[in-house]
């Protein structure tokens, strides 16, 4: 998962639990857990972040907490619920994302939810000594899913 999201630092139980805490209080961002309908399994977590009043745009994070959960289609269910909530609830015009380029399966699958490739960030992530490139994504409230 840290490949996918890029993320290079490791968090103690403590920071997670005080970024946690802090999230209630936040007016840029909504943070929603994914959980399959049937049971109540906790698959992963959906956010709207750096959300942008002025300019009706958030970007979009989405992560899957194991691969059994790829190509399921929770992902785009929560993608599009989430894209929902973003157009019809809050009003936004513009919902955007990076997908890095060794990761073709999500871009497939924001491709399926709605988002339109933008653009390219040469050399966005170090990764293992190896530069990968960022796919900026979009998705506008008037294009249909």
Not at 13 to 42: C, K
Not at 49 to 70: E, H, K
Not at 120 to 137: N, Q, T, Y
Request: with cysteine; hydrophobic share 45%.
């Amino acid at each position: 998962m840290l490949r996918l999201t890029g993320t290079h630092a490791a968090f103690t139980r403590e920071q997670v639990s005080a970024w946690l805490g802090s999230l209630r209080d936040r007016e840029d961002r909504a943070d929603w857990a994914i959980l399959r309908s049937d049971d109540g399994t906790h698959l992963g977590e959906v956010v709207l972040n750096d959300v942008d009043a002025g300019n009706l745009s958030a970007g979009f994070r989405i992560m899957l907490g194991a691969p059994r959960w790829f190509g399921s289609g929770y992902g785009t269910e929560a993608t599009r619920a989430v894209l929902g909530h973003a157009f019809d609830t809050l009003g936004l015009h513009r919902v955007e994302l990076e997908v890095y380029a060794f990761n073709p399966r999500a871009q497939r699958a924001y491709e399926k939810a709605g988002f339109v490739v933008e653009g390219r960030r040469r050399d966005a992530l170090l990764w293992d000594g190896e530069w990968v490139d960022a796919i900026v994504m979009g998705c506008l409230s008037h294009v249909e899913a």
